[in-house]
């Protein structure tokens, strides 16, 4: 059971590139997360999914897209990448029915630096 | 709109004595409240969670928190530290939305860092 997996661990990029980071989770949830994690200031959330093709904003969507084509994935794209997005990244699931959270499963993260 | 405040950016204890991590919280409706843990470089780790149930919530390795609705707080406690609890603490609530759902949001204390000294 790999629960949420997340896809690089690190990346440095340039000024400009773009990439995607990869989320899969294999627990059959249907919310899915992208939350951003910069020192001091807890985690913020980018996109959020609740089921697939949903996705919504959340705190700090702009720089970043996402898309959700089926209950396993969730990449997050980041187009024209600047410092700004120098962080590091996690995705979450959760699985929630008639307004209850059964409780959320954190990605290891990815790191990303933009230079 | 739900928002978290932890009191304290860092907290240092001696080994084997208490440890008292603050948050107060603020919710339109009903929260859940949780602690996760992160150490450094690792992912995030539930510690415990408060979902409407008994006030008294304990966790893993030894960790509890109090839900007191009348002051807003959900502090974390553990009553002997040991140097693996040194890591960053983070309180978090998610609000159920008018209409019984919250869509799992979680909204994130600035953390604590926990240092733990022999």
């Known amino acids: 059971n790999a629960g949420v997996t997340q896809t690089p661990k690190f990346r440095i990029l340039k000024i400009g590139q773009s990439m995607t980071l990869q989320c899969a989770q294999d627990?059959?949830?249907?919310?899915m997360y992208w939350y951003r994690q910069d020192p001091g200031m807890g985690l913020k959330l980018i996109y959020y999914s609740v089921g697939a093709g949903i996705t919504d904003k959340g705190e700090v969507p702009n720089g970043y897209n996402v898309s959700r084509s089926t209950t396993e994935y969730f990449p997050l794209r980041l187009e024209l990448a600047a410092p700004s997005q120098t962080s590091v990244y996690f995705c979450a699931s959760s699985y929630s029915s008639a307004g209850v959270d059964y409780g959320y499963t954190f990605g290891s993260g990815t790191r990303l630096t933009v230079v | 709109a739900q928002s978290v405040t932890q009191l304290d950016s860092h907290v240092s204890v001696s080994e084997g004595t208490p440890v008292l991590l603050r948050c107060n919280y603020s919710s339109s409706y009903s929260p859940s409240l949780f602690w996760y843990v992160q150490h450094p470089n690792k992912g995030l780790q539930l510690l415990l969670k408060y979902t409407s149930a008994a006030t008294l919530v304990k966790g893993i390795n030894g960790f509890e928190a109090e839900f007191k609705k009348s002051e807003t707080s959900f502090h974390l406690t553990k009553p002997s530290a040991h140097m693996s609890d040194a890591a960053e603490y983070f309180c978090v609530v998610t609000d159920l939305l008018a209409g019984g759902t919250s869509y799992g949001k979680l909204t994130f204390g600035q953390g604590t860092i926990l240092t733990v000294h022999p």
């Open positions: 627990m059959n949830h249907n919310y």
